[in-house]
């Protein structure tokens, strides 16, 4: 059974960085969308970001949800077979369980950012508090 490995997480303070990579050595993820989305305790699931799959004729497409846009970046590093999400101005409130997931096309109209997901991660805690 194929799982993703999320890695990156830890205490920030606010207004810190942190780097979240996903990766697997079982499979190429150039051929899948990867969403990031996150889960805390009470509150709803939320998409984060997503990348699309990697075309050798295109650059690939990236999507952010308006509570990250311009803080988040989502990258991948196709030689390293690891796709990043960078978060920078971290709050409070972005405190959650980090999940990294690989399948479908984009679709950041769900809350896992992609249209179908084949292959999930174990997530990476994140917690940003002074």
């Known amino acids: 059974q194929v799982q993703l490995v999320e890695s990156g997480g830890g205490l920030v303070q606010p207004g810190g960085s942190l780097r979240l990579s996903c990766t697997t050595s079982?499979?190429?993820?150039?051929?899948?969308?990867i969403g990031w989305f996150r889960q805390a305790p009470g509150k709803e699931r939320e998409g984060l970001s997503c990348v699309s799959s990697s075309d050798a004729s295109a650059d690939a497409n990236t999507y952010y949800a308006d509570s990250v846009k311009g803080r988040f970046t989502i990258s991948r590093d196709t030689a390293k077979n690891t796709v990043y999400l960078q978060m920078n101005r971290l709050k409070p409130e972005d405190t959650a369980g980090y999940y990294c997931?690989?399948?479908?096309?984009?679709?950041?109209?769900?809350?896992?950012?992609?249209?179908?997901?084949?292959?999930w991660g174990q997530g990476t805690q994140v917690t940003v508090s002074s």
């Open positions: 997931n690989a399948g479908g096309q984009c679709n950041m109209d769900s809350d896992y950012t992609l249209t179908w997901t084949r292959y």
């Open positions: 079982a499979l190429s993820l150039d051929a899948y969308a």
